[in-house]
Each structure stands twice: as structure tokens, then as C-alpha cells.
């Protein structure tokens, strides 16, 4: 018998690189099926929906519930009807958060002066224009949130700018830091989660291949602490990180030695 009822898997790193499958994940997927632990997918890329997944999935036999998918758009869009319901929303973010918030009876406004509430987000569309606006929108004592932390994002080849780096300059320019950060490691990340899941923190698996977010989401609220070696941490990064994991695997495909 396994100690853990419940498994929260990062998705990019961890399951898969671009929109393939690490090799033998199916495996690991499987031992915790068989071991009858609950999944979660949580993804900090704040430009998918709880579809997505599935769709890239599913072609490899693993059948993902769209109710057990979070991404940082989807705790955003969740946090943002909850808290501050009919409130207008200026985002910095993509045309796909827009559609996500929109799904969650969220009221995007794209009227820097009209603002109740800002969303920094990623945005490949961000420009100096877009800057001047923030500063519009922040004005006074507007809440303003993120979508996640990742300053860079990998991809093939290389690092491209991701929703961190604007975040931090619309904080830049309003002289504010954001009241906070929704996706990964935030705590109402991690009660979303825990919510879907229906578990006890120590109890449940956090699995992921970056130590400041999936790590940190999981150290700080108790949970059982995975790294997999398949995403952007190199050996040097976890000897000098402050956060450490309470295991480290070669892959997910090997999570069956720890249940
Ligand atoms: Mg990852």
C-alpha cells in the first residue's frame, strides 16, 4: 500500500517537451493509476485552458479529465471571479487569457483608465505602448496580480521572455510589487489544487522539474516533493538552490519506486 492518495504533475519538464512525449512517462502515469492515486496536471503556462492537455495526450492512451487540469489562467480566471466578481480586469496577456478569463464570467477591459483590477501576464505582443499603459492602469490603489513567476521559458533552442520579465516591468513602472502571483508556488495555487484533489497535503506528491515553482508549491504546503531531472534543472542549479526536493528521479517514468 502506498502512503499517497493524490499526485500533482507539472506538465512541460515533466510529462512532455513542446507538444511530444518524454520517453516512457506513460509508465509512470500508469504506476500511479494502478496505485489509485488521484492526478492533477498543473501547468504554470498561463496561455492554456484545462482542454489542452487532453488533446495532446490522449493519442498516447492517457485519458486526462479536463476537471483535473489547472494552468496559472485557469487559477487566475478562478481567483479573479471569486474575489473581485464584476470588477474589470486590464490584462497584459494573451488573446487565449482573455478567452480563458472570459469562460470564468471575467470582465476584460483593454481601457487602461477603465481598470478595477490589472493582470500581468505573457504577452508577445508587449511594447513600450503596453508599458505606458500599465502605468495608466496601476495608477492609485488598483489590485494587481500575475499569472506566474517564469521569467524565461524554454523552448526549442533556447529561452524566450515569459510572463515574469513583464510582470516585473509593469512593477518597474508602477514602483509596486504585485499583491501576487496566482500561479505556481503561490499559496491559492496550492489550495486550488488541494481543492480539486480533496486531499491532505501530506498525503499527496508533488511532482516537477523546476525547484522555485513546482518544489516550492509543495515545500511550503507540506506535500511529499519530486524532482525530475527531464526539464530545466541541472545538477549545479539543485547543489546551490535553497529549496531542496525530498526526492530526485531521473524521470516521472520512474515514480513507481516511491510508491
Ligand atoms: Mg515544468
Known sequence: MTDYEAAILDVDGTIVRGEELLPNVTDGLHALEDAGIDRLLFSNNPTRGSDHYGETLEPYGIE??????LTSATVSAEYLATTHPNERVYLVGS???????EDAAVEVTDDPD??????GSFDKEFSYGTLWESLRALEGDVPFY????DATIPI???LIPGSGAIIAAMEAVADREADS???KPSSIAAATAMNRLESDPERTLVVGDRLNTDIALGERAGMTTVLVRTGVTEQADLEAAAVQPDHVLESLAEIETLL
Open 156 to 158: 526549442d533552442g533556447g
Open 114 to 119: 477603465a481598470a478595477e483590477v490589472v493582470l
Open 64 to 69: 486526462v479529465d479536463p476537471n483535473a487540469v
Open 181 to 183: 502571483i496566482l500561479g
Open 146 to 149: 500575475g499569472t506566474d513567476p
Open 95 to 101: 488573446d487565449r487569457l482573455v478567452t480563458i478569463l
